[in-house]
């Protein structure tokens, strides 16, 4: 096996953040970051979770020092690096979507 494309040499850089959108120029900040993200090459996992692929560490830490080029002033943001066998055991779980209320049916009026 090459070992370029070995499960312990891949890596994943997760993005953890949480920023204000109380203004109007918090949630431009909130926009631009998120999208800077997606530009670099980040997907979303969860609503403020964002993960991209590496083929190695030292690819990883190219990409860490872009989104930390490009951190927003105010909010928490942390960023993780994992393995691809490490990321290949998550566990995810989906509940089951909220159905909407039914709606009353219409009434027929007889006189």
């Given at each position: ?7 312990y040499?891949?890596?994943?850089v ?5 920023l ?77 979507k909220?159905?909407p ?7 027929l009026?007889?006189?």
């Open positions: 096996m090459d070992s370029r494309f070995s499960e040499r891949i890596m994943w997760i993005v953890f953040f949480d204000p959108t109380a203004t109007k120029k918090d949630r431009k900040a909130y926009a631009t970051f998120r999208t800077r993200l997606q530009r670099d090459g980040f997907t979303m996992f969860q609503m403020s979770i964002y993960v991209r692929h590496c083929a190695s560490m030292e690819n990883a830490e190219v990409h860490i020092k872009r989104v930390s080029n490009f951190l927003p002033q105010f909010g928490h943001v942390a960023i993780m690096c994992i393995t691809d066998k490490q990321f290949s055991d998550i566990k995810v779980f989906y509940g089951a909220p159905l209320p039914n709606a009353p049916g219409q009434q009026e007889l006189f």
